[in-house]
């Protein structure tokens, strides 16, 4: 069984510019989430998708980030414009279940760079 | 607040000796979880092991144990007979019932030496 996917690994774009992250769950998991870790901080949760829908954006650091989930399957997340303090890791996590003691798997993160 | 603590950054130990990774937590919530992630080089977080908060017994899973404290708040991972691919950053995290997040502390740089 394929685990979670992201896409790309790297991203090293100029401050200003627009970049997308994607992310494929495990097949299956309705729950879909993103955390990010910015340099020497703890990582963090962005947001929350249940299928297709939003369920907590609570993370969302401002409107420059859009995520999307398009009929509940993979997940794009958008920063637009990007800026210094956006780089860091961007890890993608899915569930089946909804629950405090649902363990999440975890894709290997977008490394993303802003100069 | 919720808070999770790491008060390790990096660790070195022995081959096949056993390591304690100390974690605390704070949080008001009364229900609420306890997980361990591995994150090798490779980047990937892999889950290890996970303690619910009205669990009565501490959890094991393999060479991994958590030694839960409920009243002192911790949840010490301990890993026995260490083996070289144990080197890797850990982190503690905690999902209260209020919203289900993940809390993550700062990671732990564990290296195994042969």
């Known amino acids: 069984e394929a685990g979670v996917t992201q896409f790309p690994s790297h991203s090293v774009i100029e401050k200003g510019q627009t970049v997308t992250l994607r992310c494929d769950p495990i097949?299956?998991?309705?729950?879909l989430y993103w955390y990010r870790r910015v340099m020497g901080k703890e990582i963090k949760f962005l947001l929350h998708f249940v299928k297709e829908s939003k369920q907590d954006e609570s993370g969302m650091p401002n409107n420059r980030f859009l995520a999307e989930r398009t009929g509940g399957t993979y997940s794009t997340l958008k920063v637009q414009p990007a800026e210094l303090e956006d780089s860091g890791v961007y890890f993608c996590?899915?569930?089946?279940?909804?629950?405090?003691?649902?363990?999440?798997?975890f894709g290997s993160g977008t490394q993303l760079s802003v100069l | 607040a919720q808070k999770i603590t790491q008060t390790q950054p990096g660790m070195f130990v022995q081959e096949k000796e056993a390591v304690t990774l100390d974690c605390t937590y704070d949080?008001?919530?009364?229900?609420?979880?306890l997980f361990w992630y591995k994150q090798p080089s490779s980047g990937e977080m892999i889950f290890l092991i996970y303690q619910g908060s009205y669990d009565q017994q501490n959890a094991t899973e393999g060479r991994y144990s958590l030694n839960f404290q409920k009243a002192r708040k911790s949840a010490n991972l301990v890993i026995s007979a260490s083996q070289l691919g144990d080197s890797a950053m850990y982190f503690c995290?905690?999902?209260?019932?209020?919203?289900?997040?993940?809390?993550w502390g700062a990671g732990t740089k564990l290296i195994i030496k042969p």
């Open positions: 996590a899915s569930s089946q279940l909804r629950a405090s003691n649902e363990k999440l798997f």
């Open positions: 097949s299956g998991h309705d729950n």
């Open positions: 995290a905690m999902s209260p019932s209020s919203n289900y997040q993940l809390i």
């Open positions: 949080t008001s919530d009364p229900s609420y979880g």
